[in-house]
C-alpha cells in the first residue's frame, strides 16, 4: 500500500498524507539539514519491507535471513519513534508495534537456535576422538588380531 494504490486506492491516499509529516521529522534529514522528498521516502520503505519480507520467507541463508530482520526492526524503531513524535493514536502505530515485538521474538529465537547448534557442535567435537590421541576406540579383541 505504501508503493501502489493497488490493493487499496483510500489506504494508499492516507498513507501518502502521512508521510508528508513523517519525511518533516527524520531525524538524520534534519541534523544533515537535508529535505527528503515523502513520495521517495515512503517508496523506499515499502520496497525495503517488501524485500526484507521476501528474504524472510524464501531464502533460506540464515544470515541473509537475520540481516533481514535487523533491516525490518531497525525500520519499525524508525516506525514507532516518527509515530510518537508526531502525536498519532495508538491505532496508527499498533502494526509498528506488533511487528516490533514479533521480529524481536525471531531474532531471540534464532540467537536460542545458533546456541544450541554451538551448544551440539561442541559436544560432537568433545566425543571425537583427536587424531593424535593414544587411545582407541577399537575393542581389545580386534586390537590383538592386528
Known amino acids: ?12 491516499k492516507d498513507l ?6 513523517y519525511a518533516k521529522i527524520i531525524p538524520l534529514a534534519r541534523w544533515l539539514d537535508v529535505k527528503i522528498p515523502s513520495k521517495w521516502y515512503r517508496r ?4 525495503l519491507e517488501i ?3 521476501i528474504a524472510l520467507t524464501f531464502i533460506p541463508h540464515r ?22 513524535a508526531v502525536d498519532d493514536k495508538l491505532e496508527r502505530s499498533a502494526p509498528a508495534l506488533v511487528f516490533f515485538f514479533m521480529l524481536t521474538c525471531r531474532l531471540v529465537v534464532e540467537w536460542q537456535i545458533q546456541r544450541q547448534d554451538k551448544a551440539e557442535a561442541a559436544k560432537a567435537s568433545a566425543k571425537a ?5 593414544t587411545h582407541s576406540n577399537i575393542p581389545a579383541k580386534l586390537a590383538k588380531n592386528d
Open 51 to 53: 524485500v526484507c519480507g
Open 1 to 12: 500500500m505504501k508503493i501502489t494504490p493497488y490493493i487499496s486506492r483510500e489506504l494508499h
Open 129 to 133: 576422538p583427536s587424531v593424535g590421541s
Open 16 to 21: 501518502r498524507q502521512e508521510y508528508v509529516k
Open 44 to 47: 523506499i520503505v515499502g520496497g
Open 63 to 84: 544470515r541473509t535471513k537475520q540481516l533481514a530482520n535487523w533491516i525490518l526492526l531497525s525500520l519499525m524503531i524508525a516506525a514507532i519513534s516518527l509515530h510518537w
